[in-house]
């Protein structure tokens, strides 16, 4: 039995059957354990309260194949998350100003403040699960299991590649996700082959604050203005008292 499956049976919660997700290259472990059918809200929510004695942190999956490549990954621990961003919106500001960047333009500014609390973040990860269960009744949603220690780094443990077409390693993103969870109270929910969705217990609060994350979210996944919004002017006030927020890479 691998060490994934005996985390599996050991939990505190009783679990619907389920197998292990094998990896792309065949090499590395399973990191990633998937429910064959459908789980519920309260469920989930069960499982996420058992993280701290389980090691296993609960994700929402659609039935997408995941192509998971562990062993590509580096640590989040060799990353500090504003580094990463500042690195990301170099990236995307090397060959001059452009109107997407309005009102920071080429200029990296400082990260968002903290937050103020407004919930218990595990209240508002099972918020978000059951919103995204009852407004999606017919995708077919699995529950995922990874044996880590937050959920910023499952992403990085289970070898989750979905924004490979921008950078092929998922812990950087991780890294940045750990100060989200700090300064934020995000949680990571759900996942698809390009997608993320992470619950949020500390938005910000005012336009100026959400500006300089609204930042954050260009380095972090430019295409949610590439995409959307034109601006991040536009898209800051999207941030002010949002209780979700979802990235998707093309």
Not at 40 to 52: F, G, P
Not at 112 to 130: I, K, S, V
Not at 168 to 195: C, H, M, Q, Y
Request: net charge negative; charged share 20%.
């Amino acid at each position: 039995m691998t060490a994934l499956l005996k985390a599996v049976a050991a939990s505190p919660v009783p679990l619907p059957p389920g197998r292990e997700v094998p990896v792309a290259d065949g090499v590395h472990a399973t990191m990633l354990w998937c429910s064959d059918g459908p789980p519920t809200a309260d469920l989930i929510r069960q499982l996420r309260a058992a993280h701290s004695v389980s090691g296993l942190w609960p994700l929402l999956l659609d039935d997408d194949p995941l192509d998971l490549f562990p062993g590509r990954m580096s640590t989040p621990d060799a990353h500090d998350g504003a580094l990463v961003l500042a690195g990301f919106w170099y990236r995307s500001t090397r060959n001059g100003p452009d109107c997407t960047t309005s009102p920071w333009d080429q200029r990296w500014p400082r990260t968002a403040p903290a937050g103020e609390p407004r919930e218990d973040p595990h209240d508002c990860a099972d918020a978000l699960t059951r919103e995204l269960l009852h407004d999606s009744p017919r995708t077919p949603w699995r529950l995922g299991l990874v044996p880590a220690a937050r959920g910023a780094d499952a992403l990085t443990v289970m070898g989750w590649a979905g924004p490979v077409n921008y950078d092929n390693d998922t812990a950087k993103f991780s890294a940045v996700l750990r100060s989200w969870e700090d300064r934020f109270g995000i949680s990571v929910v759900e996942i698809d082959s390009s997608t993320l969705t992470v619950s949020v217990a500390s938005p910000p609060a005012d336009l100026d604050a959400a500006l300089h994350l609204a930042a954050e979210h260009f380095a972090f996944c430019p295409d949610n203005l590439w995409q959307g919004p034109d601006t991040i002017g536009e898209y800051a006030p999207l941030l002010v008292d949002a209780r979700s927020w979802s990235f998707w890479w093309d």
